[in-house]
């Protein structure tokens, strides 16, 4: 093959163009469309549990198969009207919440892949809640207003010791067994969270910011209203160091989940929209990396567009449940061009060219 020098600069032009734009390509995500349910949770197969309506009175709990695939109901337990589930862990156990006949609130966990709804009480209390459970069995949730945990597969549930506290909530809980909640005092509130095993407290983020969800490695990620009245997203490190998420340029951000990779995902309104119902789900796959609006890297039809307003979750795998107008969403991870490989390519590809080129222009002067 005979190479020109004009060849060769084309070569190394595209190849240097395609290692420029390897750093700016963002990951993309196909999307299964989950129906009109209220997706909660995610655990780190793609199971996705939440909640729907059967009709105008009636909700019932579910959780789906790996990847979002066939979704099952939890029925109601104990015979109750309406039970919504809010957590499941890798071994598919389903924590929540259903209404007994009396109108009393109680907690529920199943046992592996969703079997065996067992009641979950706490001393005298009137209402239980659970919303989070990790790999261990331990979960995590809320008896009347104060925040309560388990120790491995369920035992020995007590409640968050949280001195000055006039009421406390959770909203997760990580492998380790650190539980995220608000305590709620006589000025305002902060976000809490315990040692392994529940264990310890510590305030963590922004003062009078909400903590909604952590990793495993401790970060947290949540709201805070500024000064100026403006709501954003927080994340504060196991270390303490916090940052401010920014937004997709409204005035408002959230954060909701967190990886254990750092990926960040949440809701903000974009610029100019200032409707709560013109939120959109955003995702930040690093630190450091801006924010982008979901809906520009999902492979969605026509008739989605608009419809992802609020991230909820996202798992180790990349995987990421959104919801938005009475819908759930799984979005996961599609492969990407690798350009970076093919600017190698063509960069050796070009170098090989350059010393033909250089063969031919000596060739003539040997002869």
Known sequence: MKFTR??????????????????????????????????????????????????????EAF???????????????????SAWAYGINDQGQVVGQYTTSTGDAHGFVTGPGGQGASDVSYGSAGSVSLVAINANGQYAGWADQAAITSGPNGTGLQAVNLPGSLGSVVT?????????????????????????????????????????????QGDVVGQVF??????????????????????????????????DQGVIVGTSLQIDAYDSTQTTAFVIPGQGQDMVSLASLANVAADYDGTFAEAIAVNNSGQILVTGYGRSFLLTPTAI??????????????????????????????A
Request: glycine fraction near 18%; proline fraction near 3%; include cysteine.
């Open 63 to 81: 959780y789906t198969g790996a990847d979002g695939t066939g979704l099952t109901s939890l029925g109601a337990p104990q015979g109750s009207s």
């Open 337 to 366: 061009p690798e350009a970076q490989t093919s600017a190698m390519m063509l960069l050796g590809l070009g170098a090989i060219a350059w010393g033909s080129v250089r063969q031919q222009r000596r060739r003539p002067a040997q």
């Open 226 to 259: 500024t000064d100026e009245g403006e709501a954003r997203g927080f994340l504060t490190l196991a270390n303490g160091a916090t940052t401010m998420l920014g937004t997709l340029g409204g005035n408002f951000s959230r954060g909701t989940g967190i990886n």
């Open 172 to 216: 997760a809980i990580n492998g380790s067994g650190q539980v995220l909640g608000i305590a709620f005092t006589n000025d305002s509130g902060y976000t809490f969270r315990t040692g392994p095993n529940g264990q310890g407290i510590s305030q963590v983020g922004p003062t009078f910011g909400t903590g909604l969800a952590l990793n495993n």
């Open 6 to 59: 004009q060849t060769v600069a084309a070569i190394v032009a595209t190849s240097l163009c395609l290692g420029f734009v390897s750093s700016a390509t963002a990951q993309r995500y196909s999307v299964l469309d989950l129906g009109y349910v209220t997706g909660t949770s995610l655990n780190s197969l793609g199971q996705v549990a939440g909640y729907r309506y059967t009709d105008y009175s009636t909700i």
